[in-house]
């Protein structure tokens, strides 16, 4: 969506820039040696197919929002053809996987010693995407796949190590929209490409209890998973290894890639282990590839039901397409957190996980996505040992209707565009702070929910003559641009004024500049997951 359609007025000049390596970088001091000779024949196959892909995908969104939206598509015959999937035995059990940033190593420490099934360290969404936070994540991957990280607990006086397990361990690299800079002089490369060469460059197979497991994002069409699949077999061929060493799950966090679930499947068979519903980024998407509907304005984010049916008809198609084929299906991230401070809060955010992964397990998903360490053991209790391989629904539609119109749900307030106006401010803020992921209100923000808040804001902008956005009187208010610039001013000067006396001028200055970029990234119709 352009930004006239949006109806502000172009900004430039503020939004961040792509990652890129530091000045002065020398990649035989910079990078393990050898890694660019291994690196570079790579590049030369896999970026070029990379921007082919990116360039599609920005023809899809177009085509969507001129009204031709995506859909189910009449399965090809190597779909219809019985094939399936054996699933290896050390991964039978991922009833929760634990995720966070990879660049923190006391978090990730923290998982891989909760007990949980599965952990996943992210280079991605909830990882700052800025060279010094990428290669300390990728150092603490490999040193956590050695079973070698460690972090000193100040309060306890003692260094905490990895505590042996059989934890399935993923890594999720950044998606294929992103490019790095400043590799190779004058190009740019797939950041997804950089992210896995990294990883798989620094292991010794010999040292991991199971194969190399990466976590796929941001996938939108089965296509993709060709890229994918041809990587991860050059990758084993360069090594010796069997074809299929490297396995894999998927995102869907996309609204196209939602129509092509098995399809995309079928073309990482040999690799992949199971899909997962990665919920936010998926309700950004779909929000995104439906901008131009005003049917499509949604309530405020935190009065949308868990079990909304634009989730829960894909939270229902997931397990049956991926058990139909041996496969796991994974739901997703409950946003609001436990806190050890706060009892209410805490005993608020336990019942609301139990609830959720309780409908995410009746809807015979085989586990779930967390990211705080109380949160493993009644998450993991909501679903059969060790899976749900073998259930499936009784009169199930293989091709449900993947959007239903959100409507009798929620609230669509002044308040909430107030709320979502101060997320993204303070998300940005944290984000120049070095942190990619943070805890605002009791609610664990990303790069997903922040996509979210944005889209909201936009949406509620461009249709502003046809749906009505209520004050707390009950009377609407319309949502100009000029409306949205108050609101951004009023929320950043609220901010400043609650900064501590302790705080230095630079933070007040970040805070200004969130604020700028937050809203040229709207202005601008920023969208992506970037």
């Known amino acids: 969506m352009t930004p006239t359609a949006v109806g502000f007025p172009e900004v430039s000049g503020l939004l961040s820039s792509i990652n890129r390596a530091p000045e002065g970088f020398e990649p035989s001091r ?6 660019m000779e291994f690196f570079l024949p790579l590049h030369r196959v896999f970026t070029p197919r990379q921007q082919e ?24 015959d190597t ?32 998982m891989l010693n909760s007990g949980a099934p599965g952990v996943m360290l992210d280079l991605e969404d909830s990882c700052v995407n800025e060279w010094s936070h990428h290669q300390t994540g990728v150092d603490d991957i490999l040193a956590c796949l050695r079973g070698q990280l460690t972090y000193y607990d100040e309060k306890r006086n003692r260094t905490v190590t990895i505590q042996p397990s059989g934890t399935v361990i993923f890594t999720r690299p950044r998606g294929l929209h992103l490019n790095q800079a400043g590799v190779i002089p004058g190009e740019l490369v797939s950041a997804s490409l950089f992210d896995v060469c990294r990883v798989f460059y620094g292991i010794d197979p010999a040292e991991l209890k199971h194969p190399l497991c990466i976590y796929i994002p941001k996938s939108e069409s089965a296509e993709e998973a060709l890229w994918w699949r041809d990587l991860f077999q050059a990758l084993a061929q360069w090594r010796g290894l069997p074809h299929n060493y490297i396995k894999c799950m998927a995102l ?15 073309n990482l068979r040999d690799h992949i282990i199971g899909l997962n519903l990665g919920r936010w980024d998926y309700m950004a998407s779909l929000i995104h590839f439906n901008l131009d509907d005003p049917d499509w304005v949604l309530p405020d984010r ?4 868990h079990n909304v049916k634009f989730f829960q008809n894909l939270r229902e198609l997931i397990p049956e397409i991926c058990h139909h084929r041996g496969i796991l299906a994974i739901g997703g991230m409950t946003a609001l957190y436990p806190s050890r401070e706060d009892a209410e809060l805490n005993a608020r955010a336990l019942a609301i996980l139990e609830k959720d992964k309780k409908n995410e397990a009746d809807c015979l998903m085989d586990g779930a996505w967390t990211g705080h360490p109380d949160q493993n053991q009644i998450a993991v209790a909501q679903f059969p040992y060790p899976n749900q391989l073998n259930t499936r629904p009784k009169n199930a539609s293989r091709y449900p209707d993947l959007r239903p119109v959100p409507e009798g749900i929620g609230d669509r307030t002044l308040k909430g565009t107030r709320a979502a106006v101060r997320t993204v401010i303070r998300y940005r803020h944290g984000v120049l702070s070095g942190r990619g992921a943070s805890l605002l209100d009791g609610y664990m923000e990303d790069l997903a929910t922040d996509r979210i808040y944005r889209l909201m804001i936009a949406q509620r902008v461009l249709h502003r003559d046809l ?6 009187n009950d009377q609407a208010v319309k949502h100009t641009p000029e409306l949205i610039t108050r609101l951004f001013d009023e929320e950043l000067d609220r901010l400043l004024r609650e900064l501590s006396a302790s705080a230095g001028p630079e933070e007040a ?12 990234m709207i202005v601008n119709g920023e969208f992506n997951p970037s």
Not at 252 to 266: D, G, K, R
Not at 302 to 305: E, L, W
């Open 53 to 76: 892909l990116a360039a599609k995908r920005l023809e899809v969104l177009q085509a969507s929002l001129e009204g031709d939206k995506p859909r189910h598509r009449f399965p090809s």
């Open 467 to 472: 749906v009505p956005i209520k004050d707390e």
């Open 252 to 266: 869907v966090e996309s609204h196209p890639l939602a129509f092509q679930m098995e399809e995309f499947a079928y």
């Open 30 to 35: 910079d990078l393990p040696q050898g890694f």
């Open 302 to 305: 935190n009065t949308i039901p």
């Open 79 to 110: 779909v219809r053809n019985g094939w399936r999937i054996t699933l290896p035995e050390w991964c039978q059990d991922q009833r929760n996987q634990m995720t966070g940033p990879a660049d923190d190593a006391e978090l990730c420490v923290k």
């Open 509 to 520: 200055d970040r805070f200004r500049r969130a604020r700028k970029i937050s809203e040229a």
